[in-house]
């Protein structure tokens, strides 16, 4: 794997800034996807421009405003929001993003391992990052020496729950996998839907089902390192590999597919969230992006979360997580110092915390506060110990389609010789590459 030629940069003082209101940080809701992509006012016509790439929909009308708030009080630099780019073309191009703030993937993490992005260490906002969080961009390949990536906000997935009909029926929380079966048991009895199970749509099923199932049970970091380390000689007789491994979890996966809605085929990710609300199930394999839709519904559900017992021991018990935001500059990019500066500004307390509090993600940095939304605040005790995982889907390459495979399997296809294609889909990729 070839890298680009190490550069230095030089690192830019960190911008100054009062403190943002709530009020002012969300003023540019209404902001149209066209108008961000335009430069924002600067405070002199002589500024340099820097491009920010950031794409995900329901937050670029935050971002939005927060490139106008950086770019009004630089004298230096005016942002242009970015939303539109191919980014891996930009890549190729040698034209990349200055400042990119999006999802830590797989996608990146290439990006990360061939040397195409800068290294960060030396900024104050690098020595602020938890250290566990700071271990989850190390899940995908690094580039030795270089501190890559800044982690800006990690969301936590797991079961969202309808405590009202908990309540109803005298059920507690379970925490081993009996516990969850016997809640399931005692719903179906009373003629109440466990799990709204949305099978239309495959990625709800891989994000949910499939991830917490094999998640609850694995070690997915050590797993995907072997599968690596082994490429194209995964296959029936490896000691590590999708039919060798996740055949045990995928099975207690179809476990609880008796206890999903009898339409789960023909249901999509909307109808689910439509349904929670209205409280046609008690459970929904889901993150934290559901409960805004769900809130739509206007009525008024009561919702928690807990993660999805999978073994008969609690001190098993983790919960989803993702980097769902990080920042990172490129080596190509062309204003190196000015993105440096926004990406401290938007690194600040006052900046950061209510991003993560207004879309319910967990903070990065070791003095974020802890969520206060009660929807989420039961995770925050296994955010705070650690005690989390990757999604196991999310190591998957988009060649492989894991999400029709896990699809099918849910419709009733034998697990077995689909996790063994999914070896040998790996095992070809590694042979290629």
């Known amino acids: 794997m070839s890298s680009s030629t190490n550069s230095t940069t030089s690192s830019g003082s960190t911008t100054s800034s009062t403190p943002l209101s709530r009020r002012s940080l969300l003023g540019g809701a209404g902001v149209t996807a066209a108008a961000l992509a335009l430069p924002a006012c600067t405070a002199t016509s002589g500024a340099s421009q820097l491009t920010f790439y950031q794409s995900k929909p329901e937050a670029i009308p935050y971002f939005g ?9 630089s004298s230096q630099y005016s942002v242009q929001h970015d939303i539109a780019t191919n980014l891996s073309a930009s890549f190729v191009r040698n034209n990349p993003p200055d400042l990119g703030c999006l999802n830590y993937n797989l996608e990146m993490g ?26 989850l961009v190390d899940w995908y390949a690094t580039y030795e020496g270089r501190t890559s990536v800044i982690p800006y906000s990690v969301t936590a997935a797991s079961v969202i729950y309808n405590r009202r009909i908990f309540e109803q029926h005298g059920l507690e929380v379970p925490t081993t996998w009996d516990e969850f079966l016997a809640v399931c048991e005692t719903l179906s009895s009373s003629g109440v839907t466990p799990i709204y199970g949305t099978f239309l749509d495959p990625w709800t099923i ?22 690596n380390a082994l490429g194209a000689d995964v296959g029936p007789d ?28 023909g249901r999509s990710y909307g109808d ?27 009525t008024d559900v009561d919702l928690g979360t807990f993660p999805l017992p999978v073994t008969d021991d609690p001190a098993d018990l983790r919960v989803r997580v993702n980097i769902d935001l990080s920042l990172w500059i490129p080596e190509a990019a062309n204003e190196h110092d000015g993105a440096r500066q926004f990406l ?21 940095t070791t003095d974020a506060p802890a969520v ?62």
Do not use: H
């Open 110 to 135: 290439r990006f990360m391992a061939r040397g195409a992005l800068s290294d960060l260490a030396d900024l104050p906002a690098a020595g602020r990052i938890r250290d566990n969080v700071a271990e």
């Open 344 to 364: 401290e500004f938007l690194m600040q307390p006052e900046v950061q915390n209510p991003y993560n509090a207004e879309f319910l993600a967990f903070g990065t």
């Open 206 to 227: 891989e994000q949910g089902l499939f991830d917490y199932t094999v998640g609850g049970m694995i070690d997915v970091r050590s797993f995907y390192e072997q599968m």
């Open 238 to 265: 490896s000691e590590v590999s999708f039919q060798a491994t996740m055949l045990e979890p995928v099975r207690r996966m179809l476990e609880l597919l008796p206890y999903v809605n009898d339409d789960a085929s």
């Open 372 to 433: 206060s939304d009660p929807r989420i605040v039961e995770m925050q005790q296994y955010f705070d110990d650690g005690r989390f995982y990757m999604g196991p889907s999310q190591f998957i390459p988009n060649s492989i389609p894991a999400q029709n495979y896990i699809q099918s399997i849910a419709g009733g296809s034998d697990p077995e010789p689909i996790l063994a294609r999914m070896d040998a889909d790996w095992a070809r990729l590694a042979f290629r590459q």
């Open 272 to 298: 689910g969230n439509t349904a929670i609300a209205q409280e046609k199930a008690a459970m929904y394999f889901q993150g934290p992006w559901a409960f805004g839709e769900i809130a739509k519904a206007g």
């Open 65 to 73: 405003q927060l490139a106008k708030d950086f770019s009004s009080e």
